[in-house]
């Protein structure tokens, strides 16, 4: 993996649990922390690169917040973003990652002239960042597509439907990118979605699938993760 963005540049990571936070502590040396608009913030290094961190909880508010204070307060080079998504079918099987070309929104309708999931004056679609990464269809371990996302846990057949009517191509589903995509895209900040497909909306036994794999899938974004973060590992 050939990794485009400068060492000496800093780089936010925004997680979603606290299982991929602590992963990203233990690889981290010179740790500070800072709080800021309720959020704690972890500073650091992991090989050669700059680490800005912090978990942002679960939905879009909570993604947008705290995105946009890491950009005020630290103004990070890029953010990643990592976490759980649902499989849509498109691809994507369970344990399968898969980092976002695009992160569209598939619960917004801002009515005629708009697309689906377009917030007007936006772009409908956030392109991921992941030439500034080096990340191609070749990287090992990831599956490159589109991630939907929305304030909705997608759990049924007809709620999956809903998304992908919505975006039709999306290869994952999740609560959190589509926010901070769209700050990134505001405040002029490259941005990435890792997303660990950790069960399938829609099948019989969906929510045992989510229960399975809530401890398993962490570690399979955060591999992705540190290969980023620090090419030589």
């Known amino acids: ?3 485009i963005l400068p060492a000496g540049n800093l780089t ?4 979603a649990m606290d299982s991929e936070l602590n992963m990203l ?5 010179d740790h500070s922390e800072t709080d ?20 942002c909880g679960i939905g879009k508010v909570n993604a947008a917040v705290g995105a ?21 079918g498109g691809g994507a099987a369970i344990l399968d990652v898969v980092v976002g070309t695009d992160v569209a929104y598939h619960d917004v309708w801002c009515g005629p002239g708009n697309e689906p999931g377009q917030v007007q004056g936006l772009p409908s679609r956030f392109a991921g960042a992941t030439d500034l990464f080096g990340i191609d269809a070749a990287t090992p371990g990831v599956k490159l597509g589109l991630i939907a ?6 759990s049924t057949p007809a709620e999956l439907a809903a998304v992908l009517e919505a975006q039709p191509d999306a290869m ?3 609560m959190e990118s589509g926010a901070i995509a769209q700050v990134c895209h505001m405040k002029g900040t490259p941005f990435l979605a890792i997303r660990v497909v950790s069960d399938t909306p829609g099948t019989e036994n969906h929510i045992d699938q989510y229960l399975d794999f809530w401890n398993i899938a962490p570690g399979r974004t955060f591999a992705i993760l540190r290969s980023i973060l620090n090419p030589a590992t």
């Open 68 to 88: 946009l204070t890491m950009i005020e307060r630290f103004a990070p080079d890029a953010i990643i973003n990592t976490g759980i998504a649902g499989g849509t």
């Open 149 to 154: 996302s929305g304030d909705r846990f997608v």
């Open 25 to 29: 502590l233990a690889e981290m040396s």
């Open 36 to 55: 800021a608009n309720g959020y704690t913030f972890h500073r650091g290094t992991i090989g050669n690169r700059e680490i800005i961190a912090m978990q």
């Open 1 to 3: 993996m050939s990794n």
């Open 12 to 15: 936010g990571v925004i997680v």
């Open 172 to 174: 994952a589903v999740d």
